[in-house]
């Protein structure tokens, strides 16, 4: 704890930037000694200006309570730079973050063939589609998946990990009580949500282009679906560059904008990829004992899903046109209205199913009932959702789609 509150008090300093706290933690060694610095030696460190040294000489340890007290609240972990968990390869980069919190399981990511999936907001269905198909393949042959989690590409990528049973790490561009939605929550069951910034942060909109340097960070190569000439997808790429990372792209259709940007990327040498091999099989012999090619088709709920849905949006929108039909039932109380996927549904997902009271369900009451892994669990019940044999609710909760007379 002692050594701690220095690392939240660099990590929380407001109005230091990115930059600043790096070569704080370059010239003194560890958040500690730079806190116990001679007076005047902020305004010193080169790459810091007089109004961040001003911030940095108050030395304030005010909110360190706050900010731990939060951290127990919403079930964040604080990994420092002098953490055994502490990715190596984020570390070399120009500046790193001093802490991350971090919700959910934290894998050793020095040991892992981690992908960042990044790409417009404004995807198409072709964006969406190839997202999903090619986090999905990452994680069948080995890897895992970075993304920032916003709508379109990203959100896409890491619901294709999630579909794979794979895992996925979405970096945030915020304080972690500003990214709720049931995403986060799923990535968290599977991997883990990271932010540099500590709770009760203000966000500001550089947040987003800092957050950047650590997706490419914590990946070994990125992946490009889908960017305009001119977007923060090739600010990304930009970033990855820098950091020595392998860059990937998806082509995309000559005469749409939307391709623009990553058409450019392959015409600047960029590996052109179709499949999520295409990308893995850059690092087999790197991950020789993790990466290899899988023989597994991508599963038909996948297939489905990436085709409808739409092309904004972290979540799938129910078809209006879904007709729901009245099927006859024992005692005639209740009337599940999609019978015939039903009938397809797997052992362990029926167990699921059968787990779901007539009111919502807590996610966590059906992983205690079902005896089945939690990861397993959210995995299943995403697939159904799509497939509209459940629909979630807030509070964490499931419900089956049905019908009362």
Known sequence: MSALKYWIWLSSAEGVSVRARAELIRRFGDAESAFFAPAGSFAATEGISPAEAAVLEKRELGRVSEILGDCEAQGLSVVTMQDALYPKRLKAIWAPPPVLYV????????DEAAIAVVGTRSASPYGIKMARQIAGEICRCGGMVVSGLTNGVDAAAATGALYADGVCIGVLGTAHEQQES????????RGALVSEYAPGTRSLKSFFRDRNRISAGLSVGTVAIEAPEKSGTLLFVAEALEQGREIFAVPGNADASGCRGTNQLLKDGATPVTCGWDVMREFAARYPNKVKRSAEPVPAADRSA???LPPRGDSPEKNPEDAKKEIDKKNGAEYIDLRDQLASLSETQLKIVSAIDKEPTHIDDIVERTGLGAATVLTQLTVMTVRGVVRRVPGNRVALNVQRR
């Open 103 to 110: 919700k959910g399981r934290l894998p050793q990511l020095d």
């Open 182 to 189: 049931e995403l986060s929550y799923d990535v968290c069951q």
């Open 306 to 308: 990436a085709a409808a």
